[in-house]
């Protein structure tokens, strides 16, 4: 495949995923694969392995892929991990928080919910508190970057408050696996769920959940569901070198292996976390000198995604204002918090810091043209 024959993205996506990908990735997808061949197979093995390197040097881990958007695997997990007679506490913050607790409800499984608040990072003093007070809790959970608004949750501290009072700890590092260094063994989580197209720059499939060894052996015949089970799906995994129970989605996994290659290259998870923290950096304190505000203070925001408050000139609208970047080659995201008006701009994916001076010329060109447009029009 002649990479330069390949036709460039019509736009860059600065969104938390599905995010722009290389075309060396995209190029990986180029032909079939046979979901039971043993070629296809030790790729999906090596996949496995080289994700719990991702996630631990500590012996004891394991990992198993799982078809879907990054939500199945979440939902694989609780309803896999949390036993009939368990109690999960979900520690929420925005939106994906919120999903996990509406994962375990559908499910039947008992769950409580301690709500932050969506500008506040979860306070493993409260955390503590509440194990202290209810010993039915049987597992925790948490998100790791609440992508609803950026916020990066202290999981390591509640790991320890998790970890001193024995429950189990469930992580959704779904938005900053592979884009932040985290120790799973360090942080204590028992169970981390990620996807394929979020850090580590993968195209939309599959997800992951990586767990500890000894807790994943444990669950046998606890799922809710057949095709979510993870445990059944870990094991055939785990016994028959690679194969999936159900159709695998062969190029998507292809193209992972790619783009961990390329993570690889780029000096790991070190190297990537600082790219995109300059990319971060440079997008608000660009957006700063154009008049914006974060939603959130500087010590609670992830290099991930950020949430911008609208400006408060009567001339911004935020599908205007999309529909100009975009002509001008960015995509940005909407905001989702409730309690204000913002928008969201993501700094993952194959974009860097030399990328971040377009994106901003093509911001304060849509913002002159809608401010244009206002005082002729009024
Ligand atoms: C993206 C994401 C998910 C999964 O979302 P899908 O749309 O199902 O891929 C879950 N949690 C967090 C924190 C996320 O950012």
Redesign the pocket.
């Known amino acids: 495949m002649d990479l330069n024959l390949m036709p460039d993205n019509p736009y860059v996506l600065l969104t ?2 599905p995010l722009s990908t290389s075309k060396s990735v995209r190029a990986a997808m180029f032909r079939d694969w046979c979901t039971w061949d043993a070629e296809y197979n030790d790729i999906v093995q090596a996949v496995r392995s080289r994700l719990v390197a991702l996630a631990t040097d500590t012996p004891g881990y394991t990992s198993v892929l799982m078809q ?5 695997s ?1 939902e694989s997990c609780i309803t896999t991990a949390v036993p009939d007679d368990g109690h999960l506490l979900v520690l929420a913050n925005g939106h ?1 928080g919120e ?1 996990m607790a509406r994962i375990a409800e559908r499910a039947g499984i008992q769950a409580t919910m301690l709500d932050f608040g969506e500008t506040d990072a979860v306070e493993p003093g409260v955390v503590r508190e509440e194990l202290a007070n209810d010993p039915t809790i049987s597992h925790v959970a948490v ?5 609803t608004t950026g916020m990066l949750n202290p999981v390591e501290a509640i790991g320890s408050v998790v970890k001193e009072a024995g429950r189990i700890y469930i992580v ?1 590092a ?2 900053s696996f592979g884009g932040i260094p985290m120790d799973m063994a360090g942080i204590g989580a028992d169970f981390l769920v990620s ?1 394929a ?2 850090c580590i720059q993968g195209v ?1 499939g599959f ?1 992951f959940i990586l767990a500890r060894r000894s807790e994943m052996e444990t669950l046998e015949g606890r799922a809710r569901s057949l095709s979510l089970d993870a445990y059944e799906q870990w094991k055939v995994m785990e016994d028959k070198g690679g194969k999936w129970r159900f159709t695998s989605p062969t190029h998507v996994v292809r193209a992972f292996a790619q783009a961990l290659d390329e993570l690889q290259a780029e000096g790991g998870v070190a190297a990537r976390h600082a790219r995109y923290s300059e990319n971060q950096r440079l997008l608000v304190q660009g957006l700063r000198e154009l008049g914006f505000r974060t939603l959130l203070p500087d010590v609670l925001q992830s290099p991930i995604i950020t949430s911008f408050l609208y400006p408060e000139t009567g001339a911004f609208e935020f599908g205007e204002f999309y529909s100009r970047l975009k002509a001008m080659g960015y995509v940005i995201y909407p905001g989702k918090v409730t309690g204000a008006a913002t928008f969201r701009i993501g700094t993952i994916g194959e974009f860097g810091p030399q990328d971040v001076p377009g994106l901003l010329k093509a911001v304060a060109q849509a913002l002159d043209e809608m401010q244009g447009e206002q005082t002729v029009g009024s």
């Open positions: 938390p995923g879907g958007s990054g939500t199945f979440v994906y999903r998100v790791h970057c609440e992508t959704d779904m938005s996807s197209n979020k939309p997800g």
